[in-house]
């Protein structure tokens, strides 16, 4: 491989370096961060050589090279803009810095809510298994070790605002220890706790101006307000940090920032947000409640539309909502739905297509889907596809009504899939019935069934399409290349093609395209097309050992040239004199990237003449990463 060739490639794709924002490279991938996307070329980035697939995802084009390739493209690229390569941290910032306000708001949720998942996750999994013990021992309920599990099972979601507060400070760049005493300040004992009785009624009024009342409860239960409440912290430490000198910083920062936080949490964030998210966990359990499961059925259709928009982080708030407010997470057994509907979708491909490669991403695709990770089945397969995605959409769509219609539940989230079984178990704290994890069971299937039923029958392999010419290069005599006195060329080694026995020292392009391989002794040259195809044609055989005399070049490396343009001329006579066979191999080196490479004729030739039919085979796409 051509390594920088293809880095060139890359670059002429995305419109050249001034197109560049950031570049870094991960394990298998080129991260880009792109100025402006509507000077990308995708058809062309999918037929670089070497890349596997091409995608957009939360800002950034990602081109697959694999493992062992990406480093040394990136290598190139970075030479050949003329940049310097940054990391993939890097280009998240670059690619957020781009997205307009919404989707920043969306990340930030993400950066928050993501680093918590294994502490919500723990605590749902052992309430789970304490909710067993006590159906298994019957008295444990009443007993010192159910007390001795219970606050090992409950810790993370009774002090949820506090783990909340510190991923918060830690995404907003403060101080996290300082972010936990805004979560403490917000659920201190001195309130009243917002889970006792009328607690918003009944605790002492603070002030009140009009209508408006301030008292003194506490946000149990409550995400929205610990968030605002540590970026108003972080904004007003990292600002003193600028001004404040360093003999004072130490004491002044973290006292006016805590208090600066504490004052706004208590005062103006808790009482207004508080109320605001309270609308929103209604509105979303009023969705969810609608009569028939009409809610749950659009919430399923929608789910994995915005897990290719990026904003599916979202839910992780109305989620933690749930949980926090005391009731089951009524969301996550939907998402489950759109999860396994897009991995049933992927698996109708798998089991319908003949392309082995399709079929080879599709299954480990599908699999993975089923274990909550959808973004190798939704970017691999089903959006490519198009039919396949939709199928996944009418499956989450069928088993989220299925969900809402008999109110499955769960007593944690960040887990989905078969997976979440294990936090669907019967729970009495969070009123999950015997029947909870049967329901939860069938809506995988309802929506499996559904999806699997309408890709199976609606997806169809794409037959592949004849797009790629080769025009001869020369006028002469076209023969076979198994005739040619060269093994290398004769057996096919170097790729399909043809061989011309010249009647003019001249060689022309033989379609639109680049120079990207021009040999020093000018006896051959190396020409890729617009879509991909790259050929090599080779004047004589064993005539490098000319050492260039004889031939003379028109065009330079990097040169883009027109068909029947000349690009090489040389003196045949000479050529033959010196005992040279001047037989010239026209080689499609990338033949393995096509279906067929088919040879239209032999016999006499003239510049232009159409010698080589290429079909396309469908490309391979490699599996996307997921974004959490």
Request: aromatic share 8%; with cysteine.
């Amino acid at each position: 491989m051509d390594y920088k060739a293809s880095a060139q490639s890359v670059l002429d794709a995305i419109g050249g370096k001034e197109n560049i924002v950031s570049a870094a490279h991960c394990a298998t991938r080129l991260r880009l961060v792109i100025a402006d996307n509507g000077k990308v070329d995708k058809e062309k980035l999918e037929n670089t050589d070497g890349a596997k697939g091409v995608f957009e995802a939360s800002g950034q084009l990602q081109i697959i090279f694999g493992t062992g390739t990406v480093n040394k493209v990136f290598e190139e690229f970075t030479a050949l803009a003329g940049i310097e390569g940054g990391t993939k941290e890097d280009v998240k910032k670059a690619a957020a810095a781009k997205q307009n306000i919404f989707l920043r708001l969306i990340k930030t949720l993400g950066d928050v809510f993501v680093p918590i998942l294994p502490a919500i996750v723990a605590s749902g999994l052992l309430m789970g298994l304490l909710e067993g013990l006590t159906k298994a021992i019957p008295g444990m309920a009443e007993s010192n070790w159910y007390t001795f599990f219970h606050l090992m099972s409950s810790a993370a979601l009774t002090f949820l605002p506090i783990l909340i507060a510190v991923s918060s400070a830690r995404a907003f760049g403060g101080n996290m220890f300082l972010g936990a005493v805004v979560g403490m300040i917000m659920i201190h004992p001195d309130l009243v706790n917002a889970w006792s009785g009328d607690a918003v009624n009944s605790a002492p009024v603070l002030f009140s101006i009009g209508s408006y009342s301030v008292r003194l409860v506490g946000y149990q239960g409550h995400v929205i307000p610990v968030i605002l409440s540590v970026w108003v912290m972080s904004f007003v430490e990292k600002k003193l940090h600028k001004v404040v000198p360093e003999i004072l910083d130490l004491f002044v920062v973290p006292l006016a920032s805590v208090l600066a936080a504490g004052a706004v949490a208590l005062l103006v964030v808790g009482p207004i947000f508080g109320q605001l998210e309270t609308w929103v966990l209604q509105g979303a359990s009023w969705l969810i409640s609608v009569p028939f499961g009409i809610g749950g059925f659009f919430v399923g259709a929608a789910y994995a539309p915005t897990v290719v928009a990026g904003v599916h982080h979202m839910y992780n708030m109305i989620e933690a909502g749930f949980l926090s407010a005391g009731g089951a997470n009524i969301w996550m057994p939907i998402a489950t739905a759109a999860n396994v509907a897009q991995g049933a979708a992927a698996l109708a491909v798998a089991l319908k297509t003949k392309n082995k490669k399709t079929k080879a991403m599709a299954v480990p695709a599908a699999l993975s889907a089923y274990m909550g990770i959808t973004e190798p089945a939704i970017f691999g397969v089903n959006v490519r596809y198009k039919k396949p995605f939709i199928a996944g959409i009418i499956g989450g769509a069928v088993g989220g009504l299925f969900a809402a219609l008999t109110k499955v539940g769960a007593s944690a989230y960040g887990v989905t899939g078969i997976f979440g079984i294990l936090i669907t178990v019967p729970n009495s704290e969070y009123g999950l019935g015997v029947w909870n994890i049967v329901n939860y069971l069938l809506t995988i299937v309802i929506a499996s069934g559904a999806a699997f039923a309408v890709s199976f029958i609606w997806y169809k392999d794409e037959a592949p399409r004849e797009k790629n010419k080769v025009y001869s290069p020369l006028k002469g005599t076209a023969i076979s290349l198994s005739e040619v006195k060269d093994a290398t060329f004769a057996e096919g080694v170097l790729g399909k093609g043809f061989a011309v026995i010249p009647a003019a020292g001249k060689v022309v392009a033989p379609f639109d395209g680049k120079i990207t391989t021009l040999f020093e002794t000018k006896h051959a040259v190396g020409i890729t097309s617009d879509a991909g195809l790259e050929v090599l044609i080779h004047i004589g055989l064993n005539t490098v050992a000319l050492e260039g005399k004889h031939f003379t070049a028109l065009v330079n490396e990097g040169d883009t040239v027109k068909a029947g343009q000349t690009l090489i001329t040389f003196d045949q006579k000479a050529i033959a004199e010196e005992g040279y066979d001047i037989t010239t191999p026209v080689i499609i080196t990338n033949s393995d990237d096509y279906a067929d490479v088919e040879v239209l004729g032999q016999g006499k030739v003239g510049f232009g003449d159409a010698v080589l039919s290429v079909k396309e085979k469908e490309q391979e796409i490699a599996t996307a990463e997921a974004q959490a």
